[in-house]
């Protein structure tokens, strides 16, 4: 489970144009604690993970097993519920009504 939240974090550090160094000034670590996250040589305590993550504007997320599948998909829609409809007019999606109640700028 580790490696692949580590894989995670790399892909998302790498999407975001960060180097190792970056976004180990910006989560207040060593670039080699992340480099050896990356690599798998080092089996990092939770707090280092979050730093990460919060670092590159993530969060963990605990979710139960039996509910994985549904919101993985919930997420992938974008937070739209089952049958809602796209376009125009179409009501806000759960994640854009957050975004915008927490001053994000995410438009449907």
Do not use: C, W, Y
């Not at 990092?44 to 919060?54: D, F, I, K, N, Q």
């Not at 549904?70 to 854009?96: C, K, M, N, Y």
């Amino acid at each position: 489970m580790i490696n692949s939240i580590a894989a995670e974090l790399e892909t998302v550090r790498k999407a975001s144009r960060l180097t190792q160094e970056q976004l180990a000034v910006k989560a207040g670590l060593n670039r080699m604690t992340v480099q050896r996250l990356e690599s798998g040589a080092l089996d990092p305590r939770l707090s280092t993970v979050l730093e990460m993550a919060r670092a590159m504007g993530m969060e963990l997320l605990l979710v139960p097993q039996s509910l994985r599948h549904e919101v993985h998909g919930f997420i992938r829609s974008g937070g739209r519920t089952l049958a809602q409809p796209a376009g125009a007019d179409a009501p806000a999606s759960v994640v854009d009504v957050l975004a915008s109640q927490q001053g994000g700028t995410r438009k449907p």
